[in-house]
Nanobody
Framework: QVQLAESGGGLVQAGGSLRLSCAAS????????MGWYRQVPGKQRELVAT???????TYGDSVKGRFTISSANAKTTVHLQMNSLKPEETGLYYC???????????????WGEGSLVTVSS
């Protein structure tokens, strides 16, 4: 019903920058929140950043001041600007969207397939 298309992962040197994007498409009545989570080797999936339909942002403690999340296209696209990247942030970054599919089917959670971010030292 809803698809999330991720783009922008890749290889960057420590201290460098990358920009991830995620576009939601399909049966969307309204978007509640969109954001990014990551899973690095040996750790559980953790919050990176989210943005609500009203523009409220939430960041994981480790990325505050370095990462910026923004939305576009009537809140169906989210961008994550990542600056000053560290080698320990290497991992899979997953787009997440919480969407009302209709007035009855609400707050459905969707995940992207994951984008690999590799930060070399």
């Amino acid at each position: 019903q809803v698809q999330l298309a991720e783009s922008g992962g890749g290889l960057v040197q420590a201290g460098g920058s990358l920009r991830l994007s995620c576009a939601a498409s399909g049966r969307i009545f309204s978007v509640n929140t969109m954001g990014w989570y990551r899973q690095v080797p040996g750790k559980q999936r953790e919050l990176v950043a989210t943005i609500s339909s009203g523009g409220t942002t939430t960041y994981g403690d480790s990325v505050k001041g370095r990462f910026t999340i923004s939305s576009a296209n009537a809140k169906t696209t989210v961008h994550l600007q990542m600056n000053s990247l560290k080698p320990e942030e290497t991992g899979l970054y997953y787009c997440n969207a919480n969407i009302d599919v209709s007035t009855i089917i609400r707050r459905k959670n969707y995940w992207g397939e994951g984008s690999l971010v590799t930060v070399s030292s």
